[in-house]
Structures are given as structure tokens and as C-alpha cells.
């Protein structure tokens, strides 16, 4: 019988790439995971890894064990959700990634629900990039992911994830009050404020500027939207913001509608194994809930 840790260990390698980043994930040593693979060649009696260049590569016969280990684990993962599922009440632990301005204005209310309705079920929250956050859900890191996904921009389809919509809103430009100008191209000239490069919302923003005539003069940089808002209320910047980071607070800025009306979608991601799940499932009803409740800005 083929050690099902090591067989895990395995698994874990080919979607990380290198020992040290498995040990990272499971908080273990490179050289203990190194000796649980070298244990579960001498199990299995072929070779499993070469080496190449600072990383390993599975061979096909690590592969068909590979394959196995995700089998189990979608089997366990989908035998926990029916076991959590015979219980009376919900109760069970709910990890879910999430990106910034879902964390300001889904989460809080969301939560709020959480307790009030199923306090036997414990919700960690993490907030990361859409993109990482996806593909840490599906290699189990997290249950749930909260993304975005930009127009003409569509973030990655990972296999065994099932995406749900929970909402959209507008992308709209952001100006200082008083600015002149009622329009994209009006904007050429002026500094601009965007995220870091291959970020979606970068994408849209530069495509965005680039249809309308010109090269934006990105001065800034910066991943969080809060202090995107900042920049463009003291006067230094505009950018093209969308309608939920402006949930729960006033703003001075000036907001115009583009052309077309884009709108982001708010979508959640699971693993196919875990849809059975009755926590995770408490929480996409109370997220849909709080999603409900936002309203754009006048």
C-alpha cells in the first residue's frame, strides 16, 4: 500500500515546482519533504524526479501518482462536505482569498451575517491578488476565492473550479474636484494613477486611454485603491475606478461615465469537490446578500 502523505507530498510538488516552496506551503523542511519523496521512490521501486536546473521534473510514472493523489483528494474533500452536511447545524471552517475592494465592501457585512446566523462556522479571510488567489485555490490553500474579472480581459480558467457571478460594477473616471474636462480625452496630458503592470485593471486602464487617443502619463503606481483615491482627491492624478471601492465612504472626487459603460464582474471560485460544502455555502449566500446590498454612487 503506496503511503497516502507521500503520495500528497508528491502532488504538492508538482503544482509548487521546487522543495522549498512545498516545504514553505505545509511549514515542513526541504530536506524532510526530499526524504519523503526519496522514501516513496524506494515504495513505488522507480524513479520519480529528475533533476533539472534548480527545480525537479516528474516523470510519467510521478504523474499517474500525481493524478491518483488529486483523485483522493477531491474523494476526501467531497466526503468532508457530506459528513459536514449530516449535521444538524452548520458548523466547519471556511478559508477564502479575496482581493481589496471586495475585503472593504462585500466582507465586513458578509461576516456580520455569518455570526449572527451560523456562528459554528469559522471564516479566514486573506486578501491577495486575483490571479495568485485563484490558482492557491485551486491548489487548496483556500476554499473559496472572491475575483475580478476586467472587460476583454478574462482572468484564467483553472480545471475542478466553479465559477459563480456575485456581481458587477461600473468602471468609472476619477477626477479632482474642479478639474476640467467631461470626458476619457479630455485626460490626455494629465497624470495618472493606475496598478502595478499585469494587473487586469492595468490592462483595461491602458487599453481604455490608448482607444480614446493617447498614451497615459502613468505617474503613479500603486496596488491599493485607497491610496489610488488619495492621489486623485488631493489633486495629484486621475484613474479609472470601480464603483465598489466607494461603498461606505464619501469621496470629493468627480466621477464620469466611459464610453460603452464598462463593468468589472465580482465572481466567486470553488472547487467542484467542495461545492457540497454547507459553510462555504452559507457564505456565498451571505456574500450574495451583502453584494445586494451595495448601491453606486450617486
Not at 444538524?88 to 456580520?112: D, I
Not at 496630458?189 to 490592462?203: I, K, L, T
Request: charged fraction near 25%.
Amino acid at each position: 500500500m503506496l503511503d497516502v502523505h507521500r503520495l500528497m507530498l508528491l502532488r504538492e510538488l508538482s503544482i509548487r515546482g521546487t522543495m522549498a516552496a512545498v516545504a514553505e506551503a505545509l511549514v515542513y523542511s526541504p530536506s524532510a519533504v526530499s526524504q519523503q519523496l526519496t522514501l516513496l521512490e524506494k515504495e513505488t521501486g522507480t524513479v520519480l524526479l529528475r533533476k533539472s536546473g534548480r527545480r525537479v521534473q516528474l516523470t510519467p510514472q510521478a504523474e499517474i501518482l500525481v493524478a491518483a493523489a488529486e483523485e483522493l483528494s477531491n474523494i476526501l474533500e467531497r466526503a468532508e462536505a457530506e459528513l459536514q452536511a449530516a449535521h444538524t447545524s452548520v458548523r466547519g471552517k471556511v478559508r477564502v482569498a479575496v482581493f481589496q475592494s471586495a475585503a472593504l465592501a462585500l466582507m465586513p457585512s458578509a461576516l456580520g451575517t455569518m455570526s449572527a446566523e451560523y456562528p459554528d462556522v469559522r471564516v479566514e479571510m486573506v486578501q491577495k491578488e486575483p490571479e495568485e488567489a485563484l490558482h492557491e485555490t485551486w491548489a487548496r490553500d483556500f476554499d473559496m476565492v472572491i475575483a475580478e474579472q476586467y472587460p476583454a480581459h478574462s482572468a484564467a480558467w483553472l480545471p475542478g473550479l466553479e465559477r459563480r457571478d456575485l456581481t458587477t460594477d461600473a468602471i468609472r473616471l476619477a477626477v479632482p474636484a474642479g478639474t476640467a474636462g467631461t470626458a476619457l480625452t479630455d485626460m490626455r496630458g494629465r497624470a495618472w494613477v493606475m496598478e502595478p503592470r499585469g494587473s487586469a485593471s492595468r490592462h483595461f486602464a491602458e487599453q481604455a486611454c490608448r482607444s480614446a487617443g493617447f498614451e497615459p502619463d502613468v505617474r503613479y503606481e500603486a496596488a491599493d485603491l485607497q491610496s489610488q483615491i488619495r492621489l486623485i482627491e488631493s489633486g495629484n492624478a486621475v484613474g479609472l475606478m470601480p464603483d465598489l471601492v466607494w461603498t461606505g465612504r464619501d469621496t470629493s472626487c468627480r466621477l464620469i461615465d466611459l464610453p460603452g459603460q464598462p463593468r468589472r464582474t465580482i465572481f466567486t471560485a470553488q472547487r467542484d469537490a467542495g461545492l457540497g460544502s454547507p459553510a462555504a455555502n452559507a457564505l456565498l449566500r451571505a456574500l450574495a446578500r451583502a453584494a445586494r446590498e451595495q448601491r453606486s454612487p450617486a
